[in-house]
């Protein structure tokens, strides 16, 4: 007889996202008629840029010949994109990461958990709260957690909670943790870490040895200055983080599959007898072990992003959903409702009215506005009482979303 993993059988309940599915399809089968209009799920709606298409176009006839066709390329990915990001994404900002320093890889969900295979079991490990689920339940499955409470929080975890309380700016933890998983801009709140929030973090680090997983996917999104795009621009951050980003926000990739992971040479972690070991080795035998690489068509396509065609036209992008994400704030406001998040992030977080619990106001929201959005519990406890809506959609969807909230709050 096989043995299973017995840390999935702590997990609480499904994926969110896939449950919340399942609750939209079963009132979709029971209402044929409604017209439901998804602000769930961070998906992205509208077509890939044209730069993108037309250089993955090019790389489809390259694999057509025989003399330009192309087999396994390098699993860390191919220099032409690794460089380009670096000069872009890093360089452009004053923050030294060289080329060979980024992963190149098919998601930043995959990284964030995949990366836990290089790091020990007794790591204190700190999340925010609320927090992107994955970051939460790659722990428990790796078995650096015990068992939930009745609010869905893993024994062993330290959360940091970030409510209206403290403005979803989370304060350093009280105790000493080796890891600290960050997201800005945050999703779910979509808020954004200051600068000199990042420069206390670094500096905590640092300090206490710790690391920190920065996930920057929704750094497009950024439009305050005082915004750091990356964590490396945060002098000293080198010695003490790892950033994961993807194209699926930026350049409209969700389906497409691109992403990446910069780990920095000097970065180390202790063995358990006492030596210091660089992470960037240990990532790289991981990542050229369980992973060949992401297509070249699409590592074509995500180099496009950074040509100026590429450049002008994701932008575009980004401010057409980020408009969505202010007419939203604007309109739930004038609603009557609290709202956070959607100047830096696609995303929109609002206290839930009348005390409703967040599934209650899905729930309802769901059969009275047939609107979808994200339960703030879903994200951790501290996110009960408040509801993410995405700005991901087409322009009409989102007026008359607004005009269904509108309604819905009247009563
Ligand atoms: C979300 O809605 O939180 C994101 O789309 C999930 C993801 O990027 O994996």
Not at 162 to 182: C, R, S, W
Not at 254 to 271: D, H, M, Q, S
Not at 344 to 368: E, H, I, M, R
Request: aromatic share 10%; glycine share 10%.
């Amino acid at each position: 007889m096989a043995y299973v993993n017995d840390n999935y059988l702590k997990l609480k309940a499904g994926y969110l996202f896939p449950e919340i599915g399942r609750r939209v399809s079963k009132f979709a089968k029971e209402n044929p008629q409604a017209k439901v209009i998804r602000m769930g799920i961070g998906d992205v709606t509208e077509p890939l840029p044209a730069a993108c298409i037309s250089a993955m176009h090019a790389a489809v006839d390259e694999m057509a010949r025989r003399e330009s066709f192309r087999g396994y390329g390098p699993e860390q990915g191919f220099d032409f994109l690794r460089e380009a990001i670096a000069r872009h994404d890093f360089q452009s900002r004053g923050a030294q990461i060289q080329a060979d320093e980024i992963f190149v890889s098919d998601g930043s969900k995959c990284d964030t958990g995949n990366i836990l295979d290089i790091l020990g079991k007794s790591n204190v490990i700190a999340v925010t709260d609320p927090v992107y689920p994955v970051y939460v339940d790659t722990n428990v499955m790796a078995g650096h957690t015990g068992e939930a409470d009745a609010g869905g929080r893993y024994a062993g975890l330290v959360y940091l909670p970030m409510t209206e309380a403290n403005q979803f700016v989370p304060a350093l933890p009280e105790q000493k943790v080796d890891i600290v998983y960050l997201c800005s801009p945050n999703n779910p709140t979509g808020m954004a870490a200051s600068r000199s929030a990042l420069e206390k973090w670094v500096d905590y680090a640092r300090k206490n040895e710790a690391i920190i997983f920065f996930d920057a996917a929704y750094e497009a999104f950024i439009t305050e200055a005082d915004v750091p795009h990356s964590i490396y621009e945060i002098e000293g951050a080198r010695e003490c983080a790892i950033e994961f980003r993807s194209f699926s926000k930026t350049a409209g990739f969700t389906g497409t599959r691109c992403a990446f992971t910069v780990v920095p040479k000097g970065l180390t972690a202790r063995t358990s007898t006492g030596e210091n070991v660089e992470l960037h080795g240990l990532w790289n035998r991981r990542h050229t072990t369980k992973f060949n690489g992401v297509s070249y068509i699409v590592q074509r396509g995500a180099e496009a992003v950074y040509t100026p065609e590429g450049q002008s036209q994701v932008r575009q992008l980004v401010e057409f959903y980020l408009e969505n994400a202010r007419l939203m704030c604007a309109g739930l406001k004038q609603a009557g409702l609290t709202v956070y998040g959607g100047v830096n992030a696609p995303y929109v977080w609002l206290k839930t009215p009348n005390g409703l619990s967040s599934w209650d106001f899905f729930d309802q929201l769901l059969s009275k506005a047939h609107l979808v959005g994200t339960p703030g519990s879903g994200f951790g406890a501290s996110g009960e009482g408040y509801f993410r809506l995405s700005a991901f959609n087409s322009r009409a969807n989102v007026l008359e979303a607004i005009e269904r909230v509108n309604k819905f709050v009247q009563g």
